[in-house]
């Protein structure tokens, strides 16, 4: 499940609850997910191999594979993987999407991680794409250490919207956001890829002590989207689906006829993914 880089909206619950309740938003409609949200790039999965050991015959265990954006590719590469997802849409989703990898390859499990009972058997690694901030943070890091054999790896990967392609449309759609989100903080923008680091994850897995250090790759990417596209990756997000009906209609109204009037009907937006990856109970070369 991809983070939602856009402004939430308002919430008065505390964070815990918050970060349930918004969790659970992306169940809601599996498929419009699973056609509207983005990839990963290739040489993430180079890395994946070479970092994490994510290559044919090797053990991992997926949290919160969502519809299976990270989950197919990881198995066109001989990858044996045990799928979690606590959304049974989602975990519907996948599973069709998986139908074409090779029996046994891969099993997707309908449950939330921080209730499953890990198997006997260790995993080689434990990977998450975009989906490890939805766990809850005192169970995450040691449930993914005790899952792994020692030397196995914890690949998270992270997205976030960054500085970059058509930035005068993300400077002039903040005013619908303030508009129709009270919550929104005036004249925020997105942050420089420069300026974001990994800094809190590498910090909360040595907190664990169950790990070496951890090593970043870092890849930026440019998808451009029409209105309607761009209107469906909105809708994904679970700020902008806990919006109240009314304030959400209008928020997407305000930004299409933004994308029409201004932009030709198209804008392109500006991904920031993050890889990290943490062996557990031994360094990781940064070579």
Known sequence: MPDDTTPAGRDDLPEESRRVRLGQTFDEDAELYDRARPGYPPELYD?????????????????????????????ARGCRITAVEAGANMAAVARRNLAGVGAGAVEVVTAEFENWPLPEEPFDAVVSATAFHW????????KAADALRPGGALAVVRTQHVMGGTEEFFVEVQRCYERFDPDTPPGLRPPAAAD???????????????????V????????????????DVLRTYSGHRALPEAA??????????????????????????????SRRGRPLSTA
């Open 135 to 142: 766990i809850d943070p005192a169970v995450r890091v040691a």
């Open 248 to 277: 959400r209609s209008g928020l997407l109204g305000c930004i299409a006829r933004l994308i029409d009037g201004r932009y030709g009907g198209r804008v392109t937006k500006r991904y920031l993914i993050e890889l990290a990856v």
């Open 47 to 75: 890395d994946l191999a070479e970092l994490a050991g994510a290559g044919p015959g090797s053990r991992l265990l997926e949290v919160g594979c969502g519809t299976g954006q990270a989950t197919v590719p990881l198995a």
């Open 196 to 214: 974001v680091d990994g800094a809190d994850h590498a910090e909360e897995v040595a907190r664990s002590g169950r790990f070496g250090p951890t």
């Open 216 to 231: 970043f790759r870092r890849y930026e990417q440019d998808l451009t989207y029409t209105t309607s596209e761009y209107l």
